[in-house]
């Protein structure tokens, strides 16, 4: 039986990573349902313009500093919202940073540096509310990953390596999570314009807007299954290419992102 999505009247969400890109405006979203959204980043003036936009909304924002690279900071993050405004019925975990790696120079802080944000920082959220839901029996968390997940892409080796691994976390504590009455769900977007997408040089397909992309995430939230997945045209395109054989899958996506013309 699939578990139940958390509401409103069950406690307050929480977004890490909630000061641009899908982080903030899929605040936004849960805020205009009515939500009460305590939002994390490292910079808490951006958090508190962010928190100001959203006055007169049916819900609401209220900003926590805090850092998804340092496990206290985590912890104290969590303790503060529930302390504060009640218990974590939504967690968000959407932090994320996507540096460009090329095998000429291979950039291992670059590894380092995605992993931190983008793996261990997840399961440094999973870590400071688990048990607080497990106590509970219930609860709801979402991982923000990515269709780069899927399989390698050109310049991507430190962030799909790192989405990639995400994927496999969700994967597998999701066994856990379904004993514990705790509904785990992974979010995996294709190309959404936001300020991580707007440094790419290569064709990105079915773009979609920061906004379109937090209806459909917040939209799976309240009703969709494990993966939350978009556009999806794209992410089917993706994981068919990936069943294919090595040569085939090679240069096809060559072709599709124009590396086969690369002369740098």
Known sequence: MALPSMTPKDGVAWITGASSGIGEAVALELARRGWTVAITARRLEQLEDLARRAEGLPGRLVAHAGDVTDSASMEHVVDTIEHVHGPIALA??????????????????????????NTLGVARGLAAVLERMKARGRGQIAVNASTAGYGGLPKAAAYGASKAAAIHLCEALKFDCDRLGIKLQLVNPGFIDTPLTRKNDFPMPFLMTMEEAARRTVDGFAGGGFEIVFPRRLAWIIKT????????YF??????TGWDKRTD
């Open 92 to 117: 968000f975990f959407n932090a994320g940073i996507a540096p460009y790696v090329r095998a000429g120079a291979l950039d291992i802080a670059a590894f380092e540096q995605a992993f931190a944000v």
């Open 251 to 256: 240069w096809l996506v060559a072709k599709a």
């Open 241 to 248: 290419v990936n069943l294919l054989p090595y040569p085939l």
